[in-house]
């Protein structure tokens, strides 16, 4: 037999009308296997059904499913049929009196019948066991594993399907998908009674199912903490990329109580990308998500709480204290703040692009998306690092790539190891002095219209992938009317915020602000979201850590 660690949550089912029999048979049952396999009891096709279905939504395992023929409402045959829908490994097992013999074979073809058992089954170790032995055996030999905890059903052109994926590919939830034009998808989707107009469907651990759940709701299911802890903490830190968790990092580990939230994912713009090679220590280069999750982990290690999915709309001063507020009304105060909200992609303008967003046109590397794009021509805009960066990666099983750069060459944004590597790849061109004119697509993105910035001519293309990474916009328009901002909307600290030598307004202490300090005393800024930043995630941790000596500093003198 199998270990029961193999097995702790494969089923046994047996159904049966007749209350003495069916305690009969799950008594047997037990008896023999039920120290390896859990084994569950009903009376009725429906109520067996029913139990499939939240077996199936939990993701256990049914091995063997015996059925008695003569049922009320729904026969054996009638109720395995449709069990086979739900769970089609399962080996099928039809108990008959003698005067059913026929009806028994008979099923063998209707539904694939694995073996008919006569009743009474007396003594077991003659007549049942050794059946039943056969066909664990058999199951167990089979493709019976099971899937990861987390199940997404979705449709391959749907942009929430696809943000989805990207919000748990990027959280670390390890999760399985699949297509609601496949027969497991079809499986899942009737197991949760949902018709598949709503997409997509998640499916938790604990077999909760949730049509098109929003990232707060879907990540308290799937275990990111999302609510904090305390209602005061030393330092609050807003925004998980390099300098958020490089400033979580050195904050809990330096002994401060540390909580950082996060309205997405972290890692930011670094988390996505396939590699960064330039990064200190790292001389084979390291993936944004290994870096991520180690720094994630580095930083829980320390004792720093990391909230997800939480969206920070406000902060205020109230005395000593510096209040953040969400976007549900709730609010935590610190006697001290770090904004590293870094920036994100802007958004191309062209006709088309929007409507076709989260189907074929992607900000970002939408890393999980590349798997489809195998054999396919790909096409990239931006000049940076990051656009370089996603070029190689997708260059590995893509068709073609092709990178679009409004500007005469790759360097004057991009580095110079990164521009030898596309150079050398034969599978990608760079067009440069070319922009696109529109997107279009029924559904999906189907063609791009390109135009050249010199000449003006356009170009009509086909195309299903398209991956845009042009510009960074700062994500700090909730500080407006509290936190100074360059008229880009990077915030201002140090030495920027007195070019004449004299604070800023309302700067009621006796010193100049700390480098990396902002007008409101006790909250700083790191990465990114500040103006004139180096845009390197190296420096985004290098200021992480620097933000936090500063909070030192000012609790010490305040």
Known sequence: ???????????????????????AVARDLRRRYGASYRIVRAESGE??????????????????????????QMNGIEFLEQALDVYPGARRVLLTAYADTNAAIDAINVVDLDHYLLKPWDPPEEKLYPVLDDLLTAWRASDYRPVPSTKVVGHRWSARSSEVREFLARNQVPYRWYSSDEPEGRRLLAAAGADGQRLPLVITPEG????????????????????????????????????????????????????LVERSATGGQAGQSSRIENYLGFPDGVSGA???????????????????????????????????????????????????????????RAPGTEDLTGCGVFYGSALTEAPACQGHDVYIVGGANSAGQAAMYLSRGAKSVTLLVRGPDLSASMSYYLIQQINDAPNISVRTGTVVEAAHGDGHLEQLTLRDTQTGHTELVDAQWLFVFIGAAPLTDWLDGTVLRDDNGFILAGPDLTPDGRPPAGWELDRPPYHLETNIPGVFVAGDARAESAKRVASAVGEGAMAVMLVHRYLEQS
């Not at 037999?1 to 305690?23: N, Y």
């Not at 707060?216 to 299911?221: F, G, I, K």
């Not at 330092?235 to 300098?243: C, D, K, S, T, Y």
């Not at 004792?303 to 939480?310: D, M, N, V």
């Open 1 to 23: 037999m199998a270990q029961a660690a193999e097995t702790a949550r494969t089923v046994i089912l047996t159904v049966d009308d007749d209350p003495g029999v069916s305690r």
């Open 47 to 72: 109520s067996a059904l029913e139990a499939l279905r939240e077996l199936k939504l939990r993701g256990d395992l049914v091995a063997v499913i015996l059925a008695d023929y003569r049922m009320p």
């Open 208 to 259: 909760t199912p949730l049509v098109e759940p929003e990232a707060p709701e879907l990540a308290s299911h799937v275990g990111l903490a999302t609510t904090p802890t305390a209602d005061f903490y030393d330092l609050v830190v807003i925004g998980g990329g390099p300098a958020g968790l490089g400033a979580a990092v050195y904050g809990a580990s330096e002994g401060l109580r540390t909580v």
């Open 290 to 348: 290994q870096l991520t999750d180690r720094a994630r982990r580095q930083a829980t290690k320390f004792g720093a709480e990391i909230l997800s999915a939480r969206e920070v709309t406000g902060l205020e001063v109230n005395g000593a204290a510096r209040v953040v507020r969400f976007s549900d009304g709730s609010a935590v105060a610190a006697h001290s703040v770090i904004l590293a909200t870094g920036v994100s992609y802007r958004q191309l």
